[in-house]
């Protein structure tokens, strides 16, 4: 039985594509047998950032049209052999998509043995976006610490809690918090809102807190999820999100400010 | 904190700004959220027929849904004008 997670968030630019690629990329090396999904037909991006995007030849729309079957169109990760990425249409638009299409996609991929299928979701609470969390067992909200990424994460989590599958059969789609862009020298200042004020305004506990670092850039400049650099406190942070998915108990890490030495504190501009 | 940091400090917590903002927002926009379509438009139509009788202003009238129990609650108010002197 394959588990689907939205990767969301309403606003756009927070980092959902990155956290969907760092999410797939580590549950499929945890030995979970992944799909990732981009369903921002007309604006895909995910294949960039998995580094894969010379590759795509049929996608999500063409599966759903039926002019492409499943195995044509999942595109084989180079780096694991259980990952596969199912891309977006470039040239049509979000109306491609039916909710009977995606259902069958969804199901044809879970009888496919896959373990996990990741969601990335588009901006925005249109019907890509709609799409995308519909069939969700789980959903991860990616939020920034500011204001308008806050409301809009808010309004996300009630459609979460009413336009889903599960909330129509009376269930609830298991909900998280993924904070991302999280500066802890900025809190400490008093200019960004904190883990637990965030916690605090959603009334949701976060999976996970990838702090701001510059090799976000760097590895969706060169195609390689940030959670494979593992020398980056961003990968790491997502290497702790992914175990967390998967049941672990583990501290939050980088959401303090590192004591700096005693010259760095005299002279730092 | 460098030593030389006062002289730039703007001393504004920001944060707590936005936290108090977000509060009333995200408290008031829930209110909203699982209210039916119609809420607006009635409000609007209430307002067209008591200014009718009534000289009040545009957001004199006030309809919200209250969740008392098992059952909704229809909870319409209308602030009259103060009596002119």
Do not use: W
């Not at chain 1, 995910?46 to 894969?52: E, F, H, K, Q, V």
């Not at chain 1, 010379?54 to 002019?67: A, I, M």
């Not at chain 2, 000289?55 to 319409?76: E, Q, R, S």
């Amino acid at each position: 039985m394959a588990e689907i997670i939205v990767v969301t968030s309403g606003k756009g630019g927070v980092g959902k594509t990155t956290t969907s690629a760092s999410l797939a990329c580590g549950l499929a090396k945890a030995g979970k047998k992944t799909a990732v999904i981009d369903f921002d037909v007309g604006l895909r991006n995910l294949d960039l950032i998995m580094g894969c995007e010379r590759r795509v030849v049929y996608d999500f729309v063409n599966v759903v049209h039926g002019e492409a079957n499943l195995k044509q169109a999942l595109i084989k990760d180079k780096r694991f052999e259980n990952l596969y990425v199912l891309a977006a249409s470039q040239t049509r638009d979000k109306d491609a998509l039916t909710k009977e299409g995606v259902e069958k996609v969804l199901n044809d991929i879970a009888a496919d043995g896959f373990d996990f299928i990741v969601c990335d979701s588009p901006a925005g609470i249109e019907k890509g976006a709609f799409l995308a969390m519909y069939f969700a067992d789980r959903a991860v909200v990616v939020v920034n610490p500011e204001v308008s990424s806050v409301r809009d994460s808010d309004r996300i989590l009630g459609l979460l809690a009413s336009k889903t599958r599960k909330a129509e059969n009376g269930e609830r789609v298991k909900e998280h918090l993924l904070l991302t862009r999280y500066s802890p020298e900025r809190v400490e200042k008093g200019d960004m809102l904190s883990i637990d004020d965030v916690q605090e305004i959603l009334g949701l506990n976060v999976i996970g807190v990838i702090p701001e670092s510059p090799e976000v850039l760097q590895s969706s400049n060169s195609g390689v999820p940030v959670i494979l650099d593992e020398t980056s406190n961003a990968g790491m942070a997502y290497v702790d999100a992914v175990a967390r998915i998967l049941g672990e108990d583990k501290p939050l890490r980088f959401t303090t400010v590192e004591k700096k030495g005693f010259f760095s504190k005299m002279f730092r501009s | 904190m460098g030593i030389f940091d006062f002289l730039t400090q703007r001393n504004k917590n920001t944060a707590n700004v936005a936290k108090s903002r977000l509060r009333i927002l995200i408290e008031q926009e829930r209110g909203l959220r699982d209210a039916p379509d119609y809420l607006p438009l009635l409000q609007r139509e209430l307002l067209e027929v008591i200014r009718k009788y009534i000289n009040v202003d545009v957001d004199a009238v006030k309809v919200d849904l209250h969740k008392d129990g098992d059952h909704n609650l229809l909870d319409i108010s209308v602030a009259l004008p103060e009596k002119e002197a």
